[in-house]
């Protein structure tokens, strides 16, 4: 068995769960990378909690990183995890598999189970050939606010989705089968966000078989077949799909911890080697790819247009800006050539470009936006789930919203194998209501 866990770089959890006592809908919220452009929906949620347990008291939303509540916020993060292990607020269950069963806002049900993942097994480079993969760039400036709140932190509790591509379902649907799994809750989110459900199993067959079953993904004969490769000597089993900077995160701080007790011979069995995901099939009927658009604040939206149009055109790419009646998306794209719809206060239109340079609109769009930057020192650029809220924001004046494509999920894998990460913020998981929330915790310490 451990011979197994250790080829698929997987671990069985303890979890620490709310008390009976906790009010569930107060104590579960939306992962902190969502709404960065509207605070009120963050006040909203605070003002629904208010004095009850919840994870919004350990978790750090994007939206006040850098401001000056962030300090004040990390510190709140730290006592709050001691005085809920302290006073029981949280209760130990495991170890097993933990199920979760998310009912979304559209309905749909998607299909989850909680482990641990080795960090040793994971390489944030764009060209990692790690057993975990990043599925886009990985911003590293972006990791060290979030090492303010993990190095001092008793507790993590994950956001983090990670992907496998199992077309016959053997991995994480037949455990939802299992006549002697527990029900741990059944609860509905705030913010009309759907339902959640948690079950748990610690059935030794339940294990050999989920385990089995992933190790199968990866072996030579159906990994070469499945992806028309010819070895299968760095094969990628788990795929980033939410979360990337926190998996990051817990990787760079595992390897300061290695570093500082490096002396250490039982340092490898630390809790923080590990990291706490949901893992799903990314064949669930209820898995959509949804891009993520950008949005430009404190500019001039038609010298921006303009600068934009010269940048690709210097590189070799035929552009075209034309106005539009509406901001809507391009139903059909052309081969050989990028579009891509944008809205500011004047109106909307599309940019064409013609040969591009990058494979996909997002690669083309992030090299103009970086160029463009470097001269637009009071430029701030923002990455908006849905294009309600894009549109909402784009229409301010001094604003500039980009409508971006879907990425295909069929050839999702194979893309990755063979070339790397995407470029960063290419895709999303589902609207921005339909991401994971926050439910279940690990202890990180010894």
């Not at 509905?188 to 966000?193: H, P």
Request: with cysteine.
């Amino acid at each position: 068995m451990n011979t197994v866990f250790n080829k698929i770089a997987l671990k069985l959890p303890e979890v620490y769960l709310p008390s009976k006592n906790t009010d569930p809908e107060k104590w579960s919220v939306i992962a902190c990378d969502q709404y960065t452009s509207h605070p009120e929906y963050w006040e909203k949620t605070a003002d629904f909690i208010g004095d009850s347990p919840s994870t919004l008291n350990i978790i750090l939303p994007e939206v006040f990183l850098g401001s000056e509540r962030e300090s004040l916020i990390i510190e709140n993060i730290h006592s709050s995890m001691n005085v809920y292990l302290e006073e029981q607020i949280l209760e130990k269950h495991g170890p097993g598999i933990f199920m979760c069963e998310r009912t979304t806002s559209n309905g749909k049900n998607r299909k989850g189970i909680i482990c641990c993942l080795d960090l040793e097994h994971y390489d944030y480079s764009k060209d990692s050939k790690s057993l975990i993969r990043p599925t886009e760039g990985t911003i590293v400036e972006r990791i060290p606010p979030r090492i303010k709140v993990r190095q001092s932190a008793s507790l993590e509790t994950p956001h983090i989705m990670v992907l496998i591509d199992d077309p016959e379902k053997k991995v994480i649907e037949p455990l939802f089968d299992l006549e002697n799994k527990k029900k741990i809750y059944d609860f509905q989110l705030m913010n009309n966000s759907g339902k959640i459900k948690g079950f748990m199993t610690d059935s030794e067959d339940a294990v050999l078989k989920m385990t089995s079953s992933l190790y199968s993904l990866i072996e030579e004969k159906t990994y070469c077949s499945k992806y028309n490769i010819q070895t299968a000597k760095n094969p990628l089993l788990f795929a980033m799909g939410d979360g990337n900077h926190s998996f990051a995160t817990a990787r760079a701080f595992w390897e300061k911890i290695k570093e500082e007790n490096k002396n250490n011979e039982n340092i490898m069995n630390h809790p923080a080697r590990w990291a706490l995901v949901e893992i799903v099939n990314i064949h669930d009927e209820s898995i959509q790819f949804e891009p993520i658009h950008r949005v430009l604040f404190n500019i001039d939206p038609e010298e921006i247009l303009s600068n934009l149009k010269s940048f690709f055109e210097q590189r070799g790419s035929n552009v075209c800006i034309s106005k539009t009646q509406v901001f809507e998306d391009i139903k059909k794209i052309e081969k050989n050539a990028h579009e891509i719809p944008f809205c500011h206060s004047k109106g909307t239109g599309v940019i064409k470009i013609t040969s591009p340079k990058k494979n996909l609109a997002a690669g083309d769009l992030e090299d103009g936006l970086k160029y463009i930057s470097e001269s637009n020192k009071n430029l701030k650029i923002d990455y908006i789930h849905g294009k309600k809220h894009l549109e909402e924001l784009s229409v301010k004046k001094g604003c500039l919203g980009f409508l971006m494509p879907c990425v295909p999920k069929n050839s999702f894998f194979k893309t990755i194998i063979m070339d790397g990460a995407l470029p960063r913020k290419t895709f999303s998981m589902g609207e921005a209501d339909d991401k994971r929330f926050y439910m279940e915790c690990r202890k990180i310490i010894l």
